[in-house]
């Protein structure tokens, strides 16, 4: 009988519960998700995801419904959902690294990939599961955002922007602020809970590579300004709903999953304040944003 490996990881208060013939070390996800491992206290969702192994490049089934033109392409079948996902062969499907089927709920998922190479790791580790975590979110009244985000004394911030607005360079100045905690330079999920919003670190950290299993309640969003002075003014749900789509992970493959989106983008609103600070990158902004938390 195969030996099969139980590796569960918890990554935003999901259950990601992995099985695999094959071992930890062995997948090389140690590295990037060896800190999300183990099982949250109180679960807000579980997926099952299956790894298997293939000789052959994996190839999906069903009609192509999504062609971002980056690193994978969506497919769909009466049953599921097929991700072909590809570094550095610009996604074509019949040399996909790997494949991703999810079924409608995106609990009951299966990995295929070819190993290749002594210094093969998992897409499980990037694409793969980034998929998974920003679409399984979905389902439990969550998004992820691309921002950085900290805990500055029990308050979470989350700082979004244009690339070059400047969300490296707030997370380097609050660094220095006394228990000030980088949660993620790159990659944040959120969601309302009973308790409240909730932001949390994510595996993905982007260049900066800060990517801390953590969470905190969300005191407010920051949508940062390049500007030569120092000024912080409320945005309205409506005017944050449009800049915050835009820098949301969301399903443009699914129409049904767009309108579950939206509606997990509008209640984030409606219990977090949102913020537009326009600022020069110096200490003074730490405390014009702590006087609005």
Request: aromatic letters at 8%.
């Amino acid at each position: 009988m195969e030996k099969v490996n139980k590796i569960p990881i918890n990554i935003a208060d999901i259950l990601l519960d992995l099985t695999s013939p094959i071992t930890v070390d062995e997948l090389g996800i140690r590295g990037r998700l060896g800190p999300f491992f183990g099982v949250p206290e109180t679960p807000l969702s579980a997926v099952k995801l299956c790894w298997e192994e293939s000789k052959s490049a994996p190839e999906p089934a069903g009609e192509l419904i999504y062609d971002p033109g980056s690193i994978w392409k969506m497919y769909r079948d009466e049953s599921y959902y097929y991700a072909a996902i590809a570094y550095g062969s610009e996604g074509r499907a019949n040399e996909a690294e790997c494949l991703l089927r999810a079924n409608p709920d995106w609990d009951d998922l299966k990995l295929t990939e070819k190993r290749a190479g002594a210094m093969w790791q998992s897409r499980l580790s990037i694409g793969a599961g980034e998929l998974i975590i920003r679409t399984a979110i979905l389902f439990s009244g969550g998004l992820v955002f691309h921002a950085s985000g900290l805990d500055d004394n029990g308050r979470g911030i989350l700082f979004s922007g244009h690339a070059g607005a400047g969300k490296s360079t707030q997370a380097e100045l609050w660094s220095k602020e006394p228990d000030v905690i980088a949660m993620n330079d790159d990659r944040i999920a959120v969601r309302v809970e009973q308790r409240g919003a909730i932001s949390y670190g994510t595996p993905w950290g982007g260049t900066a590579d800060i990517a801390r299993n953590h969470s905190v309640p969300l005191s407010a969003i920051i949508i940062i300004e390049q500007a030569a002075y120092n000024q912080i003014e409320e945005v309205s749900p409506m005017a944050a709903a449009a800049i915050l789509s835009a820098r949301a992970f969301l399903p443009y493959w699914d129409a049904s999953l767009m309108a579950r989106a939206m509606e997990n983008l509008d209640t984030i609103l409606k219990n977090v304040p949102v913020y537009r600070l326009y600022c020069r990158p110096e200490k003074e902004v730490v405390s014009l944003v702590r006087s609005v938390l």
